[in-house]
């Protein structure tokens, strides 16, 4: 098995943890372990590992998984961060489970990741004219917890249409939109008021942020569904983020398609803690209030 260490750089301790653990896994015979000096397309690869063991935070993993769209390669995350949700991991846990992971013994989640495209509208598809209707993309990034169009400087509410499969469904003003896998559920999509999902669940939710409308609640859709989100009047600052992490304007005469990627990030899952345990531990979901 062809294994890779990689380690959030600005962690000292993660750093040190990786050399650590490094030097253990090439105890281990049988295996071709490497240290991969960035975090990056190029550096997977280099390499084409069949494992990458990921220390950091939840941020770090939301990184890695962006350059591994499409790849093979199992996810395992120690974390390093402050949530810990998708970087499952202490170092102990992970040393613990060790015989197990590198045995096939350990379960690996199919994560859903998200495809969002920024399209250029012709003017004529623009214009309701006949005529050519090919359209040409702007930006194109995968995510695996959300996109979402903020409305950005000067903080104006933005106005936008949403097309659901090709169908016509609304027209609605507010601060944005976020397009959440189960994954993300309990990030942007919890706080703006949307539901919990679990994460073996094949679903994408479209939640509006703070919409002008006590009527518009967020929806549940298949994994399958083609969500497409045109602006009909945006600020100078509006912009889409892929995670939190890449921003990209949204402009007049753009569109934004969001849809499931091809293939779905394998994540090792952490076997001492069940995803209602994490809700628990580390949300507080549904504990009795404390005096």
């Not at 846990?93 to 994560?111: K, M, N, T, V």
């Not at 609304?170 to 601060?175: C, E, I, K, V």
């Not at 009909?232 to 921003?247: A, E, M």
Request: aromatic share 6%.
């Amino acid at each position: 098995m062809r294994i890779a260490l990689a380690s959030n750089l600005d962690k000292s301790d993660a750093v040190a943890a990786a050399q650590n653990l490094l030097a253990t896994l090439r105890g281990y015979v049988g295996h071709d372990v490497r240290m991969m000096p960035t975090i990056s397309r190029e550096a997977f690869d280099a390499f084409n590992p069949d494992m990458l063991i990921l220390l950091g935070g939840d941020g770090t993993i939301l990184q890695a998984a962006r350059f591994m769209t499409g790849m093979r390669a199992a996810l395992v995350g120690i974390n390093f961060g402050k949530l810990g949700y998708l970087a499952a991991f202490t170092v102990e846990e992970f040393r613990a489970q060790l015989p197990q992971l590198l045995s096939g013994e350990l379960q690996i989640s199919q994560r859903l990741m998200l495809d969002g495209t920024i399209i250029n509208t012709p003017e004529s598809a623009a214009d309701g004219a006949p005529g050519e209707r090919e359209q040409a993309p702007a930006f194109h990034c995968a995510a695996l917890n959300d996109i979402v169009i903020n409305a950005g400087i000067p903080f104006r509410m933005v106005q936008l249409t949403i097309t659901i499969n090709g169908q016509d469904t609304t027209t609605f003003r507010g601060d944005g939109l976020i397009v959440s896998t189960s994954s993300g559920s309990t990030g942007y999509n919890l706080s703006a008021g949307g539901p919990l999902i679990s994460p073996d669940l094949q679903a994408l939710v479209i939640t509006p942020i703070c919409p002008h409308s006590l009527s518009f609640r967020p929806v549940v859709v298949p994994a399958e569904t083609e969500i497409r989100i045109t602006p009909i009047r945006v600020n100078s600052g509006t912009h889409v983020s892929f995670d939190g992490q890449i921003s990209q304007p949204l402009v007049a005469g753009q569109h934004m398609v969001v849809r499931r990627a091809a293939k779905p990030l394998r994540l090792v899952e952490n076997p001492t803690l069940t995803h209602w345990q994490r809700l628990g531990s580390k949300l507080h979901w549904a504990q009795s209030p404390r005096a």
